[in-house]
């Protein structure tokens, strides 16, 4: 029983709808990201919040807009998505501790289907 | 970005070994993660490896050389719900984790 939910699980949108994704953890973790997975494609990193600051944006194009209002919480706002946006989008959270390793736990993803 | 490579595919047989390679370059290195995901599924952790040499977990065992940017993950007694996609992750120097393509092993009967 993973510790990150994820909703929806699936997501079926045109390219001109507004769509949120969101992702809760339960673990008490300080740091939350959002991972786009493509098929046969490495993951690829695009936000980082740790302690709720955005830490990192991996040169994301701007119909993608995340928003942690608090530890526990991450979004990600979608509009205006291109077919090739198509893919499972997995949130992730982890304790981060310096000079050691933070265990990735990963949420159960969102398939996002852009038509 | 970082480079991290490992085999696209790999199939065996129900109760043998199979040995997934990882080899990597990062700007330092800070240690390096096995995940496994199955179909449909979230990856899930197996196993880390900060310092050189072997790690064992019952079935699964990751094995690490930093100086030649080597990793293995070792699965024995292959079970058919070892099927799966298992993907190496390497943390840089900055603490930034990257992925690889991920490895799909299928298990015959």
């Known amino acids: 029983e993973t510790g990150v939910t994820q909703t929806p699980r699936h997501l079926v949108m045109g390219m001109t709808n507004k769509k949120s994704l969101k992702c809760e953890q339960h673990?008490?973790?300080?740091?939350m990201y959002w991972y786009k997975q493509s098929a046969k494609k490495p993951l690829e990193l695009m936000f980082v919040?740790?302690?709720?600051?955005?830490?990192e944006n991996n040169s994301v194009p701007s119909r993608f807009s995340p928003e942690c209002p608090n530890s526990s919480h991450l979004f990600l706002h979608l509009h205006t998505l291109q077919p090739e946006d198509s893919a499972l989008y997995l949130c992730?959270?982890?304790?981060?501790?310096?000079?050691?390793?933070?265990?990735?736990?990963f949420g159960p993803g969102t398939r996002l289907t852009v038509l | 970005g970082q480079n991290i490579d490992q085999p696209t595919e790999m199939t065996a047989t129900e109760g043998a070994i199979v040995q997934i390679n990882c080899t990597y370059q990062?700007?330092?290195?800070?240690?390096l993660f096995w995940y496994q995901q199955h179909a449909g599924e979230a990856p899930t952790f197996l196993s880390y490896?900060?310092?050189?040499g072997l790690e064992e977990k019952g079935r699964f065992s990751s094995f690490l050389s930093r100086s030649k940017g080597y990793s293995y993950l070792l699965l024995k007694e292959l079970q058919m719900k070892d099927s799966a996609s298992y993907l190496c992750?390497?943390?840089?120097?900055?603490?930034?984790?990257?992925f690889g393509a991920g490895t799909t092993v299928t298990v015959r009967a």
């Open positions: 992730v959270s982890s304790q981060e501790v310096s000079g050691g390793p933070d265990t990735q736990y």
């Open positions: 990062t700007s330092g290195f800070n240690g």
């Open positions: 919040y740790n302690f709720k600051e955005q830490t």
């Open positions: 490896n900060v310092l050189d």
């Open positions: 673990l008490g973790h300080n740091a």
């Open positions: 992750a390497v943390r840089d120097g900055d603490y930034k984790l990257s």
